[in-house]
């Protein structure tokens, strides 16, 4: 069994920052890419960033040049560094990953139960 967890989720102000951690545990043979998305109300949940597992981050231009995400793939985590927050950057993060718990199964999503991000103006 996959479990993912998040941390580092909270308040901050306009212009502020927070860091993102998310760790992967259990069953697990190969994760290939990691991803932060999130749901803002009133809105669809969406990509923010993501890490393939030999590829290079991608981002949202929403977010370019104030966001930077980064994985461990030794320890299985990945976090997302926040800057220069803005209240459109509000909503609950979630940590996705596409993994293979087996080498004889194919992949599948897994999702934390996201953390909250409050941005205020």
């Known amino acids: 069994q996959v479990r993912i967890e998040e941390s580092g989720g909270g308040m901050v102000q306009a212009g502020g920052a927070l860091k993102l951690s998310c760790v992967a545990s259990g069953t697990i043979f190969s994760i290939n890419t990691m991803s932060w998305y999130r749901h803002a109300p009133g809105k669809q949940r969406e990509l923010v960033a993501n890490?393939?597992?030999?590829?290079?981050?991608n981002y949202i231009d929403a977010v370019k040049g104030r966001f930077t995400i980064s994985r461990d793939n030794a320890k299985k985590t990945v976090s997302l560094q926040m800057n220069d927050l803005k209240p459109e950057d509000s909503g609950v993060y979630y940590c996705h990953i596409l993994a293979r718990a087996w080498a004889h199964l194919q992949e599948y999503d897994y999702w934390g139960q996201g953390t909250q991000v409050t941005v205020s103006p």
């Open positions: 890490v393939p597992s030999d590829g290079s981050p």
